[in-house]
Each structure stands twice: as C-alpha cells, then as structure tokens.
C-alpha cells in the first residue's frame, strides 16, 4: 500500500496547486468543527493512477451542510444548501465548486442485501459504489491528511489493472453498472476479472429493464471512450447486444463501417483543422445496421433523438439514391449531396463500397471552405424578384464556385449577370414556342 507520506506527496505533485490548497484548508476547516471529511470516488482512482481529474468530491461523517458553511466562513465564497439531500455545494472565491455531502447514517436507506463490511458512515458510502477502484477515499483532515481509506483493495486492483465489482448482486442491483464496467475497461486498458465478468454474464437479461435513454446516453459514453470496433465486440462478448436481438453478422457489419469510418474521420482531421478531431462517436453509426426495416421499432428501444433520428433519415435516403456518387465534378456532386450533412455523406462513404469514393472526399473538403459571395439581398439588389428561385440560383452559383470557375464576389455578380441575360433569352424562346 501507499504511505501516507507518498499520497500526500502524489496529491500536490498532480493536483492543480489551488485544489491542493483548498483541499488543505477543507481538512482545516473540518478539523476545527470536529467533523472527519474525506475526497471519495473517481477523482482518488484518477490520483493513484496519475491521471487529471478535478470532479472534487467530498464526504463529511457529520453534518456536511455545517461543514460547507464553515468554508464559506473562513475562506469566502458562496454556499448553496440542498437540505432535503443533506448536501451542499460550496462554491470557491476562486471558482471552483466542491460538492460536500453528509455522510449519516439516517441520509441512507442500507440495502438489506448487502454483506457488512465497514461499519463507518463512510465505508456505507463506499459499499454502495460500482467497482473496487472507485471505492476508496483520501482522509484530509489535518492531522491525517493523505491517509488512504480502501476496504476492498481498490489499490491492488489498480495495480492489477481489475475492474471488481463489490459484491455478488451489484450487477443485478444496477444493470447500467455492466456499461459502465465496459467504459472504464477501455479508458484504463484495464479488464473485469474473472468473477466480475461470470456475474456480468449472469445478470447480462436484466439490460432490457434499464431505460431506452439511459442505454443511449451509457453507449454514446462507451464509444467515446474507446475503438468503436472494440467496443462492439465487447458488447457482444458480454452478450449485450444480444439482448436487444443483435445477431453476430450484423456486430461484424457494424464494426467493419465503424472502422473504416473511424479511418476516414482520422484522415480528414489529419489534412484539415476545420474538423473536430474526435472520433466520431454517435453509436447510432455503428448500430445502422441493426435497426433494419423497423426505425421506429430501433428509435423507441434506444431513444434516439431528434438529431439522431434526422441523420438516420438522411443515411437511408443517401443509401437508396443510386447514383450521387457518379458526377466527378465538386460542383456536379454538389448539386446532388449540398442538403446532406457531412456525417452521412461519410457514414454512406463507410459503409459501402462507392465508385466516386475519392471525388466526394475531394468535395466535402473544399465544401467546408465555401465561403459566401453572395446573398438574397444582392440578387435584390441586381433587380431580381426573390422567392424560391433564389435558392436555386444561389445553389448553382456555389457548384461554379466549387469547380473553380467563380473565386471573388466581382465573378460572382458577373455569373449573376450572365445568368440572368440567358433566363430572359430561354424565357423569350418559351415564349415564342408557345406562340
Ligand atoms: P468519470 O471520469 O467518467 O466521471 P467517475 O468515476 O467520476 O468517472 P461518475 O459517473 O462521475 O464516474 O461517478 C462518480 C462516482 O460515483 C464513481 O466513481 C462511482 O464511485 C460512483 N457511481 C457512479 N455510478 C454508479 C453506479 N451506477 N453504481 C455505483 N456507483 C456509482
């Protein structure tokens, strides 16, 4: 284990110094009222392992309210109260805010089911969290600040790369514990052992009970933690997925688009700073597969949103267009693809093998660098009429622009001209075919 001495060390190495201060002064204040106070949950995990983390979670055994009064007391800043919870969130001078909650007896109900294992106030509050790494608390009281609380060997597990969870029916008591326990497998590299995962497979029915939101929210964390590809098998290794009825050839599916997505976004944010370099993590790509026919079916079941349901939409009907991608031109391919976003042009891209592949790339780059020459109101100031034309002029003054044949608003306004000239001219002929 690790002295005291080391952790307090570890704390003020990693620590941003005014946290390292403030954390000093919480354990002053505490001490002065007497009240044991102590930093719990992700945050001492993310100590042992040097990683950055400034969620500052505090427990007070004792009157937690008290205690965030006492701060604003000596050291200034607000206090907001929430009594009915016994917590309060003490907000700093400096800006921070420090969530503190009590830690008594009577603030909780104790699960029947559960082996007892700490009789403090504070093992109670540790009994209750997810996973032995996420389980352990530093004392910052002044006299033993640094003095590391572990009841379940959350340190040796950190060290054995675990992730254990506390007792046999965690999983089974909270099922969104499983999704978790996959996030912080591929954040840390870190695997279930054995037990861990036997209980996660035994409980793996009870994923249909969690809410459709809290499964979307819970994937859309999983992918932006790790490889989509790795993260959908582990999902269907733990028989996640089949739950919901994903069969394997549809995980395959998915992870072969989800990879050569993921490729295709690495190298757009490579030649381009305009694109944000996250992967892109919507499950909702990966999972396209799996929805078949049944969108609604899928959508009530994962609680897609709106902007997820509108990209569902725009893929389907990319994928059913047959020929988008057959004009070389950007201006060409423009005229076809300027209503749809870039995150189904490139989901479509992934997904199937598609001729044009390279000139629809070659378009989405120079189309995130369209600037506008012109708008309704300088066609109103040529003498033009607006209504829905408009948008169709100005549509193909962009694919010229694209092609490189309009580069300054001068063109723009000499396109305009031109074009004009020729819509009398073709009005004129209609007129005389019809006469
Ligand atoms: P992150 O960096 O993702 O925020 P975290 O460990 O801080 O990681 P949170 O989701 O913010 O994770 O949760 C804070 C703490 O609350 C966790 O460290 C864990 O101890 C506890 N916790 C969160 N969700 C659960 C749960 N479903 N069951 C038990 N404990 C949980």
Not at 155 to 160: A, G, K, R, S, T
Not at 229 to 236: A, P, Q
Request: hydrophobic share 40%.
């Amino acid at each position: 284990g690790l002295s005291t001495e080391k952790l307090m060390e570890k704390m003020e190495q990693q620590l941003p110094e005014d946290v390292y201060r403030l954390l000093k002064e919480i354990g002053e204040t505490a001490s002065e009222l007497e009240t044991p106070v102590f930093l719990i949950g992700g945050i001492v995990r993310d100590i042992l392992l040097d990683r950055p983390n400034e969620d500052i979670d505090i427990v007070a055994e004792g009157d937690g309210i008290r205690l965030a009064r006492g701060l604003k007391d000596a050291y200034g800043g607000e206090v907001v109260e929430h009594e009915s919870f016994g917590t309060a969130t003490w907000l700093t001078t400096s800006g921070l805010s420090i969530d503190v909650v009590s830690s008594r007896l009577e603030y909780y109900e104790k699960p029947a089911a559960l082996p007892e294992v700490e009789t403090s106030v504070l093992g109670d509050d540790l009994q209750r969290r997810d996973f032995t790494i996420n389980a352990m608390a530093i004392r910052l009281n002044e006299e033993a600040f640094g003095e590391l609380i572990d009841p379940f060997g959350g340190q040796l597990d950190l060290v054995n790369k675990n992730i254990r969870i506390l007792h046999n029916i965690s999983f089974i008591e909270d099922p969104t514990r499983i999704f978790r326990a996959i996030r912080f497998e591929e954040r840390f590299g870190f695997r279930m052992d054995e037990q861990t995962e036997k209980f996660a497979l035994e409980s793996i029915d009870k994923v249909v009970h969690v809410s459709p939101q809290r499964i979307n929210e819970e994937m859309k964390r999983l992918f932006k933690e790790g490889k989509p590809e790795k993260v959908l098998r582990r999902l269907f290794q733990l028989q996640v997925f089949q739950q919901f009825g994903i069969q394997e050839a549809q995980m395959e599916a998915a992870c072969t688009s989800a990879t050569t997505l993921v490729k295709l976004y690495w190298e757009q944010a490579q030649t381009e700073s305009a694109i944000d370099e996250e992967q892109p993590s919507a499950f909702e790509y990966f999972l396209l597969p799996f929805y078949g026919d049944d969108k609604l079916f899928a959508s009530a079941k994962f609680a897609l949103t709106k902007k997820d349901l509108n990209l569902l939409e725009e893929i389907t009907e990319l994928q059913t267009e047959t020929n988008w991608s057959e004009a070389t031109q950007p201006g060409d391919i423009h005229l076809r693809l300027h209503t749809y976003s870039d995150e189904a042009i490139l989901f479509v891209l992934a997904a199937e093998q598609i001729p044009g592949h390279d000139s629809v790339i070659a378009y989405l780059h120079l189309r995130r660098s369209l600037s506008k020459l012109l708008t309704g109101a300088d066609l109103m100031t040529a003498g033009m009429k607006p209504g829905p034309h408009f948008s169709a002029i100005l549509l193909n003054m962009e694919a010229c622009q694209l092609n490189g044949d309009i580069t300054s608003k001068d063109d723009a306004l000499q396109w305009l001209s031109n074009y004009e000239e020729n819509r009398i001219r073709e009005v004129t002929a209609d007129e005389i075919d019809t006469r």
